[in-house]
């Protein structure tokens, strides 16, 4: 999809970029290639440059994330898929402001790696530098703030697609577990129903000394991130055919 993406360049909007598309420009290189004019002669010109330096960046992700808006980030999925990793948190008792995470857990698509306060949380940061792009579902309004309270000064990863927007583009709206039901996802029995009130009581049993618990709460956890996977899969399948189509249509 990024190379076939123009949005990132300065002044082409969805609007342009569509245009782009309808003269037969489908990708960088057809751009590189056109000699009848897009727009004008100074502005294809600015296009061009801008498209050769996009050729020289691929594959650096930092340069492609800090140029798409929060609602295209999903373009960079299929390109940067095998760095890509599928985070959730849980936290404790309390109010959103004196939130304290007790679980973070990362995906990658192989394997999970969970933290746990109090155990090996202080590893977390240096697990996520392993990777260029994260998959949340709501992680801009709070996953991502309450890991820079606990983790100030922290380098996350340079692309971030918040899954409970980029779904709600596509018409499914609530929370991930209701979107999950509504794809035919399924949880494993031992967790299936459980919700986030459920985690706070959770780690409070497991502070009770029940390590039980904690072994529920992970499975829980466990399911949230690796649900996300099949879920931006789908998402992104749509959303690339949506907006092609969306270009055609008119």
Not at 49 to 76: D, K, T
Not at 215 to 239: C, G, K, Q
Request: glycine fraction near 8%; hydrophobic fraction near 40%; proline fraction near 4%.
């Amino acid at each position: 999809m990024l190379k076939h993406t123009f949005i990132h360049i300065q002044g082409i909007g969805p609007k342009a970029e569509r245009k782009i598309w309808q003269r037969g420009i489908r990708t960088w290189e057809d751009f590189l290639n056109k000699k009848s004019t897009v727009f004008s002669a100074g502005r294809d010109d600015m296009i061009r440059r801008e498209v050769e330096c996009s050729c020289r960046s691929f594959g650096l992700i930092e340069y492609f994330a800090s140029r798409l808006p929060n609602s295209q980030q999903w373009r960079l999925f299929d390109d940067f898929r095998n760095r890509t990793v599928y985070l959730d948190i849980e936290t404790g008792p309390g109010l959103f402001a004196a939130n304290e995470i007790t679980v973070i857990g990362l995906y990658d698509g192989q394997s999970v790696r969970n933290f746990v306060n109090g155990v090996n949380l202080d590893r977390f940061e240096l697990a996520l530098a392993d990777y260029e792009l994260m998959v949340t579902f709501n992680g801009r309004g709070f996953d991502i703030p309450c890991i820079k309270k606990t983790f100030p000064g922290i380098s996350l990863p340079h692309g971030h697609i918040d899954l409970m927007f980029l779904m709600r583009s596509l018409g499914y709206r609530g929370g991930l577990k209701r979107i999950e039901k509504a794809l035919e996802l399924r949880r494993p029995p031992g967790i299936e129903g459980l919700n986030g009130y459920d985690a706070v009581k959770l780690w409070q049993a497991y502070q009770e000394g029940h390590d039980q618990a904690l072994d529920l709460l992970l499975d829980y956890n466990r399911a949230d991130i690796v649900n996300l996977e099949p879920l931006m899969t789908f998402a992104f399948s749509r959303m690339k055919k949506m907006t092609y189509e969306s270009a055609f249509l008119e």
